[in-house]
């Protein structure tokens, strides 16, 4: 088994944590396999950067744990496939301390709860080690699956900014949705009660 790094939270389908060097050619891997899957969705990068190779994993490793940013692969328990990818950026502290969360997943692993799990993780990771209070993840309007697991996760949708991010060499809408760690551990608290 590779070398990894230690876990930053665990659930039944994934687990989640910082990537290493070993990481990189799974990653690339994935990234490029589900290039048309994903391409919709983000920025075109500047030039002369390519977000489907070492550069996207080389930028990954420089922001995996920083002051300002965390990067996260979620792992799928069963074989340790590398499934998707979480970002908590902008980190903000002071008296906001909030975060601005970012996520994909592998076109072959989409729809099984992967990311739903692996968000979760991300949250815990955010609202516990991290003492974040706000987590934002803004969603363009017609993103219907990554709209449908952020509301599975707890975030809520608080606003529409419109012309909010260039997509494809346009100026996107997004949805704003977020979630603090007092709807977050209210949220946690229900689960709970459910399963007692």
Excluded: C
């Amino acid at each position: 088994m590779p070398p990894s790094s230690p876990l930053l939270g665990r659930a039944s389908l994934v687990s989640i944590r910082h990537p290493i060097e070993s990481d990189r050619r799974e990653f690339i891997a994935l990234r490029r396999a589900s290039r048309a899957f994903l391409q919709p969705w983000e920025p075109i990068p500047p030039r002369g950067v390519d977000t489907w190779g070492d550069a996207a994993f080389d930028r990954d490793l420089e922001l995996a744990g920083t002051d300002r940013s965390e990067r996260m692969l979620i792992i799928r328990r069963e074989d340790s496939a590398i499934v998707g990818r979480i970002s908590l950026g902008e980190i903000i502290r002071g008296p906001l301390q909030q975060a601005f969360m970012g996520y994909w997943i592998g076109e072959r692993f989409a729809g099984r709860g992967y990311m739903t799990q692996g968000i979760g993780l991300a949250l815990r990771h955010a609202f516990g080690h991290l003492k974040l209070h706000r987590i934002e993840a803004n969603i363009q309007p017609h993103n219907q699956p990554s709209r449908a697991v952020a509301r599975a996760s707890g975030f809520r949708l608080e606003g529409f900014s419109p012309k909010y991010l260039k997509i494809r060499g346009r100026w996107a809408d997004h949805e704003r949705w977020a979630i603090t760690i007092e709807q977050w551990r209210a949220r946690r608290a229900k689960e709970r009660g459910r399963t007692a």
